[in-house]
């Protein structure tokens, strides 16, 4: 069984109390990470994310909202302590209209631990 025990210091000395619990504290499981992307797009274009949580597909990718300064952003929920690899995608009417074969970010794999950090930003 777990207790939790509390101190308090009062004018009449300290006071310790145990209550029980009937099941241990819970942590949250899941994680908002937020991913910002600087990348220029011509007008039309949509950035997305795909990676190892859903298997690179770019159909079921993850879209970004465009902020001012050519920033895209999107949150994700992930769990704790898995370890992520992701890239950027683009596509749309100025580059690309077909989802199947977007353009991608190049270079290596984005990689982060859920947990760490909260927010992750890339520049292409």
Not at 24 to 45: N, Y
Not at 60 to 80: L, M, V
Request: charged share 15%.
């Amino acid at each position: 069984m777990l207790f939790l025990f509390c101190f308090a210091h009062t004018a009449l000395g300290a006071i310790n109390t145990v209550f029980p619990l009937s099941k241990p504290p819970s942590f949250p499981k899941t994680q908002e990470i937020r991913l910002k992307i600087a990348h220029h797009a011509v007008f039309g274009d949509e950035v997305r994310v795909v990676g190892s949580f859903n298997d690179w597909n770019p159909k079921t990718s993850i879209p970004c909202h465009w902020c001012e300064g050519d920033i895209w952003i999107c949150q994700i929920p992930f769990s704790a302590g898995q370890t992520i690899e992701w890239k950027a995608i683009q596509f749309g009417n100025g580059t690309n209209t077909l989802i199947e074969s977007p353009i991608w970010e190049p270079g290596e794999n984005n990689r982060f631990v859920v947990g760490i950090q909260r927010e992750y930003t890339i520049s292409y």
